[in-house]
């Protein structure tokens, strides 16, 4: 399969180790998924970004839609009652956070007119979530319970290196143990942000260079499982840094957006990862259909809650 032109080559010389793949369920080309979060009973809930749908999949491929916000959809995580957490942006293109119930009611639970491109989003505490505002270059935080909204974090590694850039900064972002990860694509550095006293951030720090990351989950080791996006792959980053292909085009990962980790017991060392098709950067060919897609990875995810 051929690849997208004029990237800075950064996976070159990486080494390769292709993990056993399937293509769960697929989207009409043109299809932005962007995030996903899975349920304990194996239902994956897919985020149509440009026309703000969440998508119920179930583990064999069935297609239905849960809810549809006015707007759009990106970042997806669950509450502690099995709702969901999302952001986007209303009808007016106004950040916001919504609360999706279970039976697939919406409702705004937030409405950030300081926020510029809310993204990524990770629980920090049982009511209080961490998300990215990927052209702000800072990170939110967000109380469900109040419901309440801060700047958390504002740092110059969250930003983009040239405002004009329409790739996002801050972008994925997830916890593990007492350290908050976070993607930032348009520099292609991947951050640590040690946690501090009552869950305030330290100074962040990179971990990986030359990198293109979008969002991604860590497994009970530690590694890290990263959707690469234009790159058309996923790679595994391990606790030391080291990165690995694990998925490339011709696994369908093409527009890789997001990854999660399978939760029941059948596939709890299996990730899941969404795609545009390649929608940013197309390959010579052309839009490919956005897919669903499981890897088998053999270790078991991360989950602090």
Known sequence: MENAVGLPPIYEDTPIDLVPNRVIT?????TFLENLAIAADGTIFVTNHEIGQIVRVTPDGNQEIHATVAGKVSGLAFTSDGDLVATGWNADSVPVVFLVTQDGTVKTLLTLPDAIF???I????????????SYRGAIWLIDIAQPSASIWLEHPLLARSNSENPIP???GIKRFCRTIY?????????LRIPLGMDDHPSEPEIF??????DDFAFDLEGNLYG???IYNSVVRIGTDGITTIIAQAEQGVIGSTAVAFGQSESDHTAIYVVTNGGMFLPLPSGVFPANVVRLEVGKAGYDFT
């Not at 697929?26 to 043109?30: D, E, K, L, N």
């Not at 976070?182 to 991947?190: D, G, R, Y």
């Open 169 to 171: 900064a801050a972008n």
């Open 208 to 213: 990986v260079e030359k990198t293109n990351i």
């Open 182 to 190: 976070v993607s930032n694509t348009e520099q292609m550095l991947l």
């Open 118 to 120: 809310l993204n990524g």
């Open 26 to 30: 697929s989207f009409p080309a043109y």
């Open 227 to 229: 959707a690469t996006h």
């Open 122 to 133: 990770t629980p920090l505490s049982d009511n209080q979530y961490l998300t990215a505002d």
